[in-house]
């Protein structure tokens, strides 16, 4: 295995050296080997903990250390300096690497200075080699060395010492005479007696053909792949320069310390502003009676000793913009009853397109229960994480929501949104999410949160509580309390209606947390498990079966607590878990949540983490570790029972086609359906997309409806563009496409029809009184057909929605009908098949139609009457020389399209009224319908 012998060589023996005999077993195998640079003694130590084979303490001191432009400057006394402070700090357990010691500029410019510094070097420093630029011209002075009895490796391509001899730090060989150089200054190196040679910014061709060419190893650097070894700068790689400074092409940066340090500044300067540092575990006490001893010899008035208050939180956190990280029900919840406040900023971060674009349109709506009116509607900011950028250092405070296995990509938006002196809480299930946050998000105060209320999201735009509960915050250190964030934190939420305490100390923070993990380790399995909900669990717990079950679970993950020093919350734990069972009876866990919708579930977060935190401390969880992987099965079993992404789309033409592949699919899999006519553009995509972010199964359907025109209407002339349709299905990851033939849809002799008598005496039914009804007609048997979980329609044909809407609610079908908002052109036209119609002229005009639409929309929410805001609507787009007649303006309400009464929009209405438009354009006699929903 490649690094193998390396890690062997350099852990065989505690206090040992890295051998020249040992670096060359390694090239003899072909393991690459490892230098880089160090200059202090904390780099020294940083190399050694990491392995590296060997470590150079290079003339580029004079530059990354010491701000010089080149290292013409650097002395022998410097480097003798550096290269001592680097050897001391190697006092870790493994092997210390093999020490080069960088002869500088002008300390070897006759034999007698190169030996003379070099053993220097030796004496001074206890080098194992020292290095030195040139070729050819060196190449005596390098056998001197050698002879003398100092291994030397030789550099030689882009050497740095005379750079200006070189026309600046540019790459060498690079043409057939200067490549043919570089090889022959290489060979005389190794005639030399050197026992390795620097390549340093060659053409990976000529270093791979020196390398090949040459007995001893090749250490790159900007000279490709191909080279024995690597070398890089240690302030390249870990990123200690400013982030706006040059990084040369070869260098590698494997960390952002620069950051770090910054904000770690940044911070200690705010909290010595704020009087939050130092705090008591940072400062020394003196006995009262010697105190006042002092004070009555200096002949002082004694003072009386100032409170804790006095001291700590002089200054209180200052909470301006709070970003949510999460846009599950968690996440949801707290950025809209935060956003609810009013006085803060708060945007809500996620990937979630359906959600976010919901929130956009409409705000989220916040229920009380789920089937409930929205108790208010907030109006959170939504975010996509891809735009995270955006927010670079704008929040105050992060507050991240997310399950166990998005903790990672949390935290490195949490490290790129929050302010320098920013706190970040996890509001998360589980074990170990704080430490992952802080390992990322460093230099800002990392906050945990346990939180026992219960929330869900139903549908996109709306979160609903499923039970109430308490938030407890606190710090992971007592300093990180004293400074003032978790009570900040604990008063912002109980103010936004999240009743929150902080606990007081972080020990007892952590036995909250484990006394959930153990309640959480029972219910959250076995319900998942066993496929029930919490009430039907408590009752199987309560057999003896299931008590001995659940006793084994969490007396196993008690017994890691008490090893650990943690006293939980409760003696009785099964009680415990009894209560939160009960009390949640009609909830279903979360990861029985996960399981349905076939997503990753939390297991390796709460028993997982237990086993790991059980096995380091020599303790075997055998109820856990099986619970586990139970559970890893029944993720598994989803796996299996979803089509295969990225494998071929199936086209089902007949409905018996239809039917058996619906058959096939597993009764847990959540089926989307996304119903369309076909000319498919980017909002029918949407549509898709919205389905595949909520279901594991995506079904799509062609199906152009004869009966939806009428006898003035060209069937013939509707877009059929099946071929381009079906590559943009399998482009969105569509599972299934349906293209029945209209004879299976509308079988000769069938009579019965769905109608909708009210949608025919308003707007779009008075111009087609036969649409509706056919519409619906087809929306039902095509709902028949393919038995969706969730079926999906757009916006933009709004009396549509309302019908099939109220259609799949007056007979009961148990398909879901979600509405997508219009996905629109940049200029704010409606995405339609029927765009393509316009003229040159009419398109370029056509925003007028949406811009109309906003303006009556904000003519509404400053409080205009419904009639006065119509009617200046229709003066405005009848002002439109293009187009040749409004059709209708309607302000209706978006649940049945019933015309509001004149007057103010009643609050009540707010996130359900609908501001629709048709009009006829001049030119390709198009007609265009848009809305929006305020």
Not at 715 to 742: C, H, N, W
């Amino acid at each position: 295995r490649p690094g193998a012998s390396m890690q062997r060589v350099v852990a065989a023996a505690s206090g040992g050296r890295v051998t020249l005999r040992e670096l060359r077993q390694l090239y003899e195998q072909k393991t690459p080997l490892s230098m880089l640079t160090a200059y202090t003694a904390p780099q020294g130590y940083v190399a050694q903990a990491a392995g590296i084979n060997m470590v150079l303490v290079g003339d580029s001191a004079g530059m990354v250390e010491h701000g010089f432009t080149s290292p013409a400057r650097v002395t022998m006394d410097m480097m003798v300096h550096h290269t001592s402070a680097v050897i001391r700090g190697m006092s870790g357990p493994n092997k210390r690497p093999f020490i080069v010691g960088d002869l500088p500029t002008g300390s070897y410019l006759t034999q007698a200075d190169a030996l003379h510094n070099s053993f220097r070097f030796l004496k001074e420093c206890e080098v194992d080699a020292v290095k030195l630029e040139g070729g050819r011209r060196m190449a005596e002075h390098a056998a001197a060395i050698v002879a003398a009895g100092l291994p030397v490796i030789g550099h030689v391509g882009l050497t740095p010492q005379s750079a200006s001899a070189l026309s600046g730090y540019i790459a060498q060989g690079r043409s057939a005479a200067s490549a043919s150089a570089i090889f022959d200054d290489a060979l005389a190196l190794q005639d030399a007696g050197c026992c390795a040679i620097v390549l340093e910014c060659v053409p990976t061709a000529i270093s791979a053909h020196i390398t090949r060419a040459l007995t001893i190893p090749t250490i790159g650097i900007g000279s490709g792949p191909f080279t024995s070894g690597q070398v890089q700068v240690f302030h390249d790689i870990m990123g200690m320069n400013p982030p706006s400074s040059h990084l040369p092409r070869h260098a590698m940066r494997a960390a952002h310390v620069h950051t770090a340090w910054t904000n770690a500044a940044i911070k200690y300067r705010e909290q010595v502003e704020r009087r939050m540092f130092p705090t008591a575990q940072n400062s020394f006490t003196i006995p009262p009676a010697e105190e006042k001893k002092f004070l009555e010899a200096r002949g002082a008035q004694i003072p009386s000793a100032p409170s804790p208050a006095a001291i700590t939180n002089a200054v209180p956190p200052t909470i301006k913009h709070v970003c949510v990280i999460g846009g599950g029900a968690v996440g949801s919840l707290t950025a809209g009853a935060l956003s609810s406040l009013g006085d803060i900023k708060v945007t809500l971060v996620s990937s979630w397109d359906a959600h976010l674009n919901a929130i956009t349109a409409g705000g989220l709506a916040m229920l009380d229960a789920p089937n409930t009116p929205a108790r208010t509607v907030a109006r959170p900011t939504p975010v996509h994480a891809s735009a995270k950028q955006t927010l670079a250092g704008s929040a105050d405070l992060v507050v991240i929501a997310v399950k166990g296995t998005s903790t990672p990509a949390a935290a490195d938006i949490a490290a790129i949104v929050a302010k320098p002196s920013a706190c970040v809480v996890s509001l998360q299930n589980g074990l170990g999410h704080a430490k992952t946050i802080a390992d990322v998000v460093t230099g800002r105060t990392i906050v945990s949160a346990l939180t026992r209320f219960g929330a869900v999201v139903p549908r996109p735009g709306i979160v609903a509580r499923t039970g109430a509960g308490h938030t407890v915050v606190g710090a992971a250190d007592e300093q990180s309390l004293d400074a003032g964030w978790p009570q900040a934190v604990a008063a912002l939420f109980t103010r936004a209606g999240i009743a929150t305490s902080v606990a007081p100390s972080a020990k007892e923070l952590v036995s909250q947390v484990w006394g959930k993990v153990v309640v959480n380790s029972v219910v959250n399995p076995l319900s998942s498990l066993l496929d029930v909900n919490n009430g039907t669990l408590a009752a199987l717990l309560q057999t003896p079966p299931g008590k001995q079950l659940a006793m084994a679970i969490a007396n196993e993950i008690s017994g890691v607590a008490a090893a650990k020093g943690i006293q939980l919350p409760s003696t009785d734990v099964f009680a415990d878990i009894l209560k939160v069972a009960e009390s949640t009876a009609s909830n279903v866990s979360s990861m029985l949540s996960d399981i349905r919708r076939g997503v990753r579930t939390e297991i390796d977060f709460i028993n997982g983490a237990a086993v790991e935190e059980g096995e380091a401390l020599g303790q075997l969880l055998p109820a856990n570790r099986a619970i586990t992987e139970l559970v890893h099965l029944r993720e598994k079993l989803n796996d299996l029972a979803r089509p295969v992404r990225g494998g071929p789309m199936q086209v089902l033409e007949t409905l018996a086609d239809m039917r058996t592949a619906r058959r096939a699919i597993a009764s847990r899999m959540r089926v989307g359906f996304v119903p369309t006519m076909g000319a498919l553009h980017a909002g029918h995509i949407s549509l898709c997309e919205a389905a595949r972010k909520e279901c594991d199964v995506v079904i799509v359907s062609i199906f152009v409806n004869p009966t939806q025109f009428a006898a003035h209407e060209d069937l013939g002339k509707y877009p059929r563009t099946i071929e381009t349709d079906l590559s943009l299905l399998r482009q969105a990851g569509v599972d299934m496409v349906f293209l029945p033939p209209a004879s299976d849809i509308h079988p000769a002799g069938a009579v019965t029809t769905v109608g909708n008598s009210e949608a025919n005496l308003r707007h779009e039914g008075i111009r087609r009184p036969h649409f509706f009804g056919a519409v619906a007609t087809v929306v039902c048997k095509l709902l028949h057909a393919v038995q969706p979980d969730v079926a999906f329609f757009g916006q933009k044909d709004a009396q549509q929605c309302a019908v099939v809407s109220q259609m799949a609610r007056d007979l009961l079908f148990p398909s879901e009908i979600r509405i997508v908002p219009t996905v629109r052109e940049p200029d704010g036209l409606a995405m339609s098949s029927r765009n393509r119609y316009l003229t040159a002229d009419e398109r370029a005009i056509a925003s007028f139609i949406h811009n109309a639409l906003q303006a009556a929309g904000r003519r509404l929410a400053s409080g205009e009457s419904v009639e006065s805001v119509r009617a200046k609507a229709i003066d405005e787009l009848k002002q439109q020389p293009l187009m040749d007649a409004v059709e209708y303006v309607s302000i209706a309400d978006a649940r049945n399209m019933a015309e509001l009464d004149d007057g103010p929009l009643s609050s009540d209405l707010a996130g359900k009224t609908c501001l629709a438009v048709a009009v006829m354009m001049k030119q390709s006699r198009t007609r265009l319908i848009d809305n929006i929903v305020i």
